[in-house]
């Protein structure tokens, strides 16, 4: 087949919502875009690890620790899922790793910022969990089959997370007067970091029209930052506690509420390398990579010498 057939091919499956999968033809492109947001979802998911372990030995009970140390887990499983689906497109583990541990790959701003208090566990359940969700769950249609297949999975954990860090808040919000303070503080601090999440505006995003035409996204930057905004403007109702936005106010005639100006000068300095917790991030990530050089060989050593013990016991049948 000529390029222009497999091109019209590829475009009539996106058309028709039909998965592209691994050995289906792809344009270089969509496949170069793919591996980029795959990959830097999942270095999010385990960079996103090290806020929250931060206070695993500190959690308040016995209960509360034993929730985030699965919490944290399950993060880890959710890079994994993502690793492999960038896998699946030609690309290695080890060179998407060696692209974050080198600073060409990017990962979520947002876990560039410090985890001062244990009301911080409520803040990132709630609301970066809460953020992550509503990207994802437009991303369980993403038109790509083992992306999508995975955030599917992942979704499923997400709310669970969403929950429990309200349900953090939510005690919080109930108990003493420093306890109050400590949760509004830590929604305070996490508010405007959670909002850039979603990436820059529209008219400044530089991928999203190509990935909308591909249905890699279904919701451009904007719109799922509204949603979001949406849903947690009521959400807080209920802790009693309020939004560090001035200008956050309901829309009648939008029936949406309308929100102050994010501070775009900050969300770029972190993505380039200078939030309060990058270099830190980065240098916990590549000492984990390091100090688990004997694990993985260890594991690679074990793969060889069952993959021998079954090629001999072939030859002696
Ligand atoms: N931080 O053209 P666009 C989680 C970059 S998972 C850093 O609009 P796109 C779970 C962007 O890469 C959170 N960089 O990009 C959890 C691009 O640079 P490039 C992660 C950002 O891809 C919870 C440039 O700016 N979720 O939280 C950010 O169309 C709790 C231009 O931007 C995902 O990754 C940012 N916030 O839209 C774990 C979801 N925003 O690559 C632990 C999948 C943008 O050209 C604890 N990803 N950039 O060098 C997506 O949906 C999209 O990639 C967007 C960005 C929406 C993030």
Same mark, same amino acid.
């Given at each position: 087949?000529?390029? $222009? /057939? ?6 009539d499956?996106i ?12 344009? %270089? ?5 793919l591996? *980029?947001?795959?990959?830097? $979802? &999942?270095? @999010?998911?385990?960079? =996103? !690890?090290l806020?929250?372990g ?19 887990? /399950?993060?880890?499983g $959710? ?32 876990? +560039?910022?410090?985890?001062? @208090?244990?009301? %911080? !566990? ?6 970066? %969990?809460?953020a &992550?969700i ?30 429990? =860090? ?18 509004q503080?830590?929604?305070? *601090? ?8 979603? =990436?820059?505006? /529209?008219?400044? @995003? ?13 919701m ?10 949406? !849903? ?8 009693? !506690?309020?939004l560090?936005?001035p200008d ?7 029936? $949406? ?16 390398? +200078? ?14 990579? /390091?100090? =688990?050089?004997?694990?993985?060989? &260890? &594991? ?18």
């Open positions: 087949m000529q390029i $222009h /057939d497999l091109e019209k091919v590829f475009l499956k058309e028709e919502e039909i998965k592209i999968e691994p050995r289906d033809w792809m344009p %270089d492109a969509y496949r170069k875009n591996v *980029r947001q795959i990959s830097q $979802h &999942a270095h @999010s998911e385990i960079v =996103g !690890m806020p929250e931060n206070w695993i030995s500190r959690a308040p009970s016995l209960k509360r620790k034993a929730i985030l140390i699965a919490k944290v887990q /399950d993060e880890a $959710h890079g994994l899922y993502l690793y492999s689906a960038a896998e699946t497109l030609g690309t290695s583990r080890e060179e998407t790793i060696n692209d974050l541990h080198s600073g060409k790959a990017k990962y979520s701003s947002i876990f +560039n910022y410090p985890t001062t @208090s244990w009301a %911080d !566990m409520g803040a990132i359940g709630w609301l970066v %969990d809460g &992550a509503i990207n994802q769950v437009m991303l369980c249609r993403t038109s790509y089959g083992p992306y999508a297949r995975a955030m599917v999975r992942i979704c499923r954990e997400e709310s669970f997370h969403q929950r429990q =860090g309200f349900e953090i808040l939510l005690v919080l919000s109930r108990g003493t007067a420093e306890q109050k303070a400590m949760c503080d830590a929604i305070n *601090r996490w508010w405007w970091p959670s909002l850039m999440m979603f =990436g820059p505006r /529209d008219g400044e @995003s530089t991928h999203s029209d190509q990935s909308m035409k591909w249905k890699i996204k279904r451009s930057n904007d719109e799922l930052r509204q949603k979001f905004i949406d !849903m947690i403007a009521e959400q807080v109702k209920v802790l009693g !506690m309020t560090p936005d956050l106010k309901w829309n009648e005639s939008r029936q $949406h509420y309308d929100f102050g100006e994010i501070d775009w000068n900050e969300f770029w300095n972190v993505v380039k390398g +200078n939030g309060p917790c990058n270099k830190q991030r980065i240098e916990a990530r590549k000492n984990a990579w /390091d100090e =688990g050089a004997w694990v993985r060989e &260890a &594991a690679a050593a074990y793969a060889n010498k069952k993959k021998l013990k079954t090629n001999n016991g072939l030859e002696a049948a």
